[in-house]
């Protein structure tokens, strides 16, 4: 043999979980739980995935915290909500059965999580939804990698970080296991009750995005990990992908913070997280809303009634490049830097200080004025007594950015109702960004989370869960994502570890 060639080893588990975002801790916990013997494989450097960038709310009804403040709710009414949220052509695209499975067991998730660590506020408004049901976790998304991660060591999971998947193991129709690279070579994995596939999307996939969703295939996404990696393993040997074309995105969010906020930055020991539960649940809003103001400034995106209203959006040559009525947000990766400014004059500025013209918000949290990026990012606030001044403070041409404004004006059609910008001071916001937050195309599971096939039939011991599994339900609004992570990451868990102990 070569020098340099490694010498493949073989190992052996009851249960291989692909993925260490929220969904395959989860998986990995609950397998662990249910007895079985476990490995997770990760290919980056840490755990975390797409959760620990998220907003970090989780969606659930009948919640203690529901009940402590006499909100009666249930999850038949939490499944007639979540078609609210949907067109009549998304709604007919929709998984039912798995929408059902994420109503009735989504409020004991929530339970699993606070019983190993995690803290959480609320219940939250957020129409359409006709009760409050959003909990928010405290001290921010990164508190799921912490305590997920804890326990998976608590409970002995063999976790490999940097770890590659090659391809999936088959014996038949059954999956057996898995071919990969875990660090210290390449390895054969034999997973005696299952493998489960908990990759994520595939919204930073360039092939998948060309062949699904062209129109948005330039445009980057929130998480550039989310490669689609275990969509492709199962589609090599059977698996295939329900509403591929459906997605979240892309949208305008702003420019994260040159220095992390130092709410992202604090720990979730419970030392820090149970007084600010017990000011969130407990005192007024305004004592601590600069505290919140200060996160919502760092995560979220302006809201698109600033361009209905009358902002242009220009690039760093100073140029409008788009109309701002019909998807801009298509035309943002195709600029120079792939960024964008807001630009609006003093009239706009001044309606947006107050409600109901917000230029952010944290559903049922609070909502993000002017004067609040102001005060808390001025790296994103620019305002001159001039279209010259502003220039010069954004470091675009003066004569292009003036050219563009007077264009703007002239050339409004009749009927539109943006009164154009005529009146200093003037004002940008920016630069923003185009991302895609999810797609929603999963892996076509049963209830039960196993993989099949075009024809229906199972793929004995392939699991999926989180986005690779979603199976085509579809999660609109805030915190049905990760509750879907969590929710089918512990039920596969458990029925691949039922599996092992049946083999």
Excluded at 26 to 42: H, T, Y
Excluded at 78 to 96: G, Q, R, T
Excluded at 119 to 132: L, S
Excluded at 366 to 374: G, T, V
């Amino acid at each position: 043999m070569a020098n340099n060639q490694a010498v493949r080893r073989t190992e052996a588990f009851d249960v291989v979980v692909i993925g260490g975002g929220g969904s395959g801790m989860a998986a990995a916990i609950s397998a662990a739980e249910n007895g079985a013997r476990v490995i997770l494989l990760e290919k980056n450097p840490h755990l975390g995935g797409t959760t620990r960038l998220s907003v970090g709310s989780i969606t659930a009804t009948g919640t203690r915290f529901q009940k402590a403040k006499g909100i009666a709710d249930t999850p038949d009414e939490h499944f007639n909500d979540m078609s609210l949220f949907l067109s009549p052509e998304l709604a007919a695209k929709e998984n039912l059965e798995l929408r059902r499975v994420l109503v009735d067991h989504v409020p004991e998730t929530l339970e699993w999580l606070i019983g190993i660590g995690l803290c959480f506020y609320g219940p939250m408004p957020e129409p359409p939804h006709q009760k409050p049901r959003m909990h928010n976790v405290l001290p921010n998304s990164r508190a799921y990698a912490y305590y997920l991660e804890k326990e998976c060591r608590r409970q002995g999971v063999d976790i490999r970080l940097n770890a590659r998947v090659d391809r999936l193991l088959r014996d038949g129709d059954r999956i057996t296991g898995v071919e990969a690279h875990d660090g210290r070579g390449p390895v054969t994995l034999q997973a005696r009750g299952g493998v489960i596939i908990a990759s994520g999307d595939f919204s930073a996939s360039a092939d998948f995005k060309r062949e699904h969703v062209p129109h948005a295939a330039h445009v980057d996404a929130i998480n550039p990990a989310s490669t689609g990696d275990g969509h492709q393993l199962a589609q090599r040997v059977g698996g295939f992908i329900k509403n591929p074309e459906v997605m979240w995105g892309p949208s305008l969010r702003f420019k994260a913070p040159p220095v992390e906020t130092l709410l992202r930055r604090l720990p979730p020991s419970r030392w820090v997280t149970r007084p600010m539960q017990f000011a969130l649940m407990n005192l007024p809003l305004w004592m601590f809303r600069p505290f919140v103001t200060r996160f919502m400034t760092a995560s979220l995106a302006p809201e698109p009634s600033m361009l209905r209203a009358g902002a242009i959006l220009v690039n760093r040559r100073g140029e409008r490049f788009a109309d701002e009525l019909s998807r801009p947000e298509l035309q943002v990766p195709h600029q120079p830097g792939k960024e964008a400014f807001l630009v609006f004059d003093d009239a706009l500025a001044k309606a947006f200080e107050d409600w109901p013209n917000f230029v952010s918000t944290a559903p049922g949290v609070a909502y993000a004025y002017l004067r609040d990026y102001k005060a808390t990012r001025p790296d994103l606030y620019h305002e001159a007594p001039t279209l010259a001044g502003l220039a010069d403070r954004l470091g675009v041409p003066a004569q292009v950015l003036e050219r563009q404004v007077r264009d703007f004006n002239d050339q409004l059609p009749p009927g539109d109702t943006r009164p154009g910008l005529r009146r200093g001071p003037f004002y940008a916001l920016g630069p923003v960004l185009s991302w895609i937050v999810f797609t929603e195309g999963g892996l076509a599971v049963t209830v039960r989370h196993e993989v099949t096939q075009t024809d229906g039939r199972v793929m004995p011991g392939l699991y999926a869960a989180g986005s690779a599994g979603q199976g085509g339900t579809i999660l609109a609004g805030h915190g049905h994502h990760i509750g879907w992570a969590m929710t089918s990451g512990r039920r596969a868990g458990r029925f691949a570890a039922e599996r092992a102990r049946q083999a």
